[in-house]
């Protein structure tokens, strides 16, 4: 487990980063700048890196750093790798992104400050996962100040060390970490998960055929805890996606895992009916709480994508739990779902 969570902290996005045609007042043009992006990090944490290396072309005003892909205006608050596996079905390497320092949308996106903004906001992620395990956010209200410095130096850093000897204080693990994880088995609680769920009415077989997302209202943003009830219970991701998306499910399978299903199931077919966004409001957040589109049909799950992997589905949930989290104590699920076009004729 220690291993996969190494890999996860070590994990970066290639960026190719091009400044906005408005903002370059001389010629030529700069190149593209080439950035590795940690997954575990927020996009205006890298204006360190990019602002120098624009500067000299940059007109006269003050920098409000932002990002869109393909004409969307990113999130900041969202972490790197969870916007890349949302909004790339298909992998791009590098990921093009285009950085603008003028010209903030404040009509799509929170105002962001800088660091202090990502911080923040990914204390609040703390306190709200806190209270979902513990029932209150004491741990995390209680921290020292060193401690607290220490623990976004180790998120700001990469440095899982540090990282686990600072969060430890927290008493935030919510899943079996012996011989019993390598099961299945898992303790009773909440954990804190939060599902991006990409609706399309398009079918497709291959990602790179996958319609590509054009505005936020695609996405329903969504918290929803999960609860354990019974403790030992072999649990796998799948039991979990059941409990976390009932709206897709009627004692159906979910993805064409083999060898977990009978030969001949080739779709992931599963029921659907409304959801709705069951949000904890943070401090400062903006919150999607639109509902997953609505559909009287059968939907089909097309993709399930956790840090960079679209894991089997018999996988016990404890390890992806231990293993994928991000360091706010978040399991950041990335689903795709394929509902009947309701406007068609």
């Not at 030992?232 to 159906?252: I, Q, R, S, V």
Request: aromatic residues 8%.
């Amino acid at each position: 487990m220690m291993e996969a969570q190494k890999y996860v902290w070590e994990g970066a996005i290639p960026l190719q980063i091009h400044l906005h045609e408005s903002e370059i007042t001389s010629l030529p043009p700069p190149s593209p700048a080439l950035i590795l992006a940690p997954r575990i990090g927020y996009l205006p944490l890298l204006l360190p890196l990019i602002k120098p290396y624009f500067s000299s072309t940059l007109p006269p005003g003050q920098d409000t750093i932002w990002f869109d892909y393909k004409g969307l205006p990113l999130k900041w608050y969202i972490p790197t790798g969870v916007l890349f596996d949302l909004l790339c079905a298909q992998p791009e390497r590098p990921w093009n992104l285009t950085v603008h320092f003028r010209g903030y949308p404040s009509n799509l996106l929170i105002p962001c400050e800088g660091e202090e903004s990502v911080k923040w906001s990914f204390i609040n992620s703390l306190k709200e996962a806190d209270y979902i395990i513990n029932g209150n956010c004491k741990n995390v209200m209680h921290m020292s100040q060193s401690d607290q410095v220490e623990l976004w130096h180790s998120v700001m850093d990469g440095n899982l060390e540090k990282y686990i000897r600072a969060s430890s204080k927290l008493k935030l693990g919510t899943v079996t970490t012996d011989e019993a994880d390598m099961v299945g088995q898992v303790k009773a609680g909440k954990i804190p998960v939060r599902l991006y769920v990409w609706s399309v009415n398009e079918d497709f077989e291959d990602l790179e055929d996958a319609p590509e997302v054009d505005n936020w209202d695609q996405i329903s943003y969504i918290n929803r805890p999960l609860e354990i009830h019974k403790e030992g219970k072999h649990f796998t991701l799948h039991d979990a996606l059941k409990n976390l998306l009932p709206e897709f499910f009627g004692g159906k399978s979910l993805i064409n895992d083999e060898p977990c299903i009978e030969e001949g199931e080739d779709a992931q077919k599963v029921s659907s009916e409304d959801v709705g966004s069951s949000t904890g409001a943070e401090e400062g957040k903006e919150i999607f709480n639109q509902p997953v589109e609505s559909c009287c049909n059968d939907a089909e799950i097309k993709l399930v994508r956790i840090q960079g992997i679209e894991p089997r589905m018999e996988i016990p949930f404890s390890w992806v739990v231990n293993s994928l989290k991000n360091p706010e104590h978040f399991l950041h699920i990335c689903v795709c779902v394929k509902v009947p076009n309701l406007n068609a004729a």
